[in-house]
């Protein structure tokens, strides 16, 4: 029992530390929100593409092209979608308020902070865990431009925002760089070693960089605004999700270890940043929307601890 719960501490904690040490960058005003967000442009750029380029090209095709995890991972996704707008309808009075609380349930940080863990928890290669990412990035997408749509402020054509946020997925450089590693473990393609080495190096900077910006982009301020329903939103994506979707490839699907603790990191992720820039270009709720972020971020902390200790003790990884 203490040697599964040491494993998930030493799997889980690493990840938030570096988190936390981008909050005390933040507070000793050695990075700002502005240089948060250059770090964060940087990262979705360049570093994590590369990152998953690398990944990916190396793998094997037949491998990664894991059907019943990627199926599983869409069809429960918007299942989980219907599920959360029926909750929203029970729990959310305000009419503005549901878009943001809707998407907060659902759209989760994987790209981001997901990858790491799942290679934290597994070690080696992530490029199953970063296929999914090709197929869940542009549902979450799409999910969102619906309901904030139906939940906006304003009158806001589905049809524009839609060809806008498809054009959005197809010039997404985290999808381009899975995409283009694709191609090169397709075909005998190789680059020259020097290249090589140095796509390695800028991939390295991703993870830090990565939990750095989310930490120093934490603005504890907003905290007491709209606190109840980001604490349901909480509740519902680090632990609700998990617990409906996860014993179903557990006890009837016999997927392997790596794809469960894929679907649970995706499942149990905090709110993907994105989706405070979603709600207000939607004109929705961005207060809450920013406490769902924040919320979320730092309660995952102790939902994935526990959550990783489960799994092992379960004997599932």
Not at 125 to 150: E, Q
Not at 196 to 216: C, E, F, Q, V, W
Not at 240 to 249: D, H, R, Y
């Amino acid at each position: 029992m203490v040697d599964n719960l040491v494993f998930s501490i030493n799997a889980v904690l690493p990840i938030f530390l570096i988190m936390i040490f981008g909050i005390f960058l933040k507070e000793i005003k050695m990075l700002d929100s502005n240089g948060a967000k250059q770090m964060n442009a940087i990262l979705f750029n360049f570093a994590l593409p590369i990152k998953l380029f690398c990944d990916v090209s190396s793998a094997n095709m037949a491998e990664l092209m894991d059907l019943p995890l990627i199926g599983y991972s869409i069809i429960t996704s918007i299942i989980w979608f219907f599920v959360c707008w029926g909750c929203a309808i029970v729990f959310v009075k305000e009419r503005s308020m549901k878009g943001a609380f809707i998407q907060g349930t659902y759209r989760s940080n994987y790209a981001i902070l997901g990858l790491p863990l799942v290679n934290s928890i597994m070690g080696g290669n992530v490029s199953k865990a970063a296929i999914v990412t090709t197929f869940v990035i542009p549902l979450f997408n799409v999910l969102s431009v619906l309901i904030l749509t139906i939940y906006s402020g304003e009158k806001v054509s589905i049809k524009e925002t839609l060809v806008s946020s498809a054009k959005n997925v197809v010039k997404n450089p985290i999808i381009i760089g899975i995409l283009c590693g694709i191609i090169f473990s397709i075909l005998p393609i190789s680059l020259p070693q020097t290249i090589n080495k140095s796509l390695g190096y800028i991939s390295d900077l991703s993870t830090p960089m990565a939990l750095m910006s989310i930490g120093a982009s934490m603005d504890f301020g907003k905290l007491k605004s709209r606190i109840k329903p980001a604490l349901i939103v909480s509740f519902l994506k680090l632990i609700g999700m998990p617990l409906a979707f996860l014993p179903i490839p557990i006890s009837f699907m016999n997927m392997s270890a790596e794809n469960i603790v894929i679907l649970y990191v995706m499942y149990a992720a905090p709110t993907a940043v994105s989706s405070y820039v979603m709600a207000v270009y939607m004109n929705s709720d961005e207060s809450l929307a920013s406490n769902i972020i924040l919320c979320t971020s730092l309660l995952s902390i102790f939902t994935y601890t526990f959550g990783v200790y489960l799994l092992k003790t379960m004997g599932i990884i």
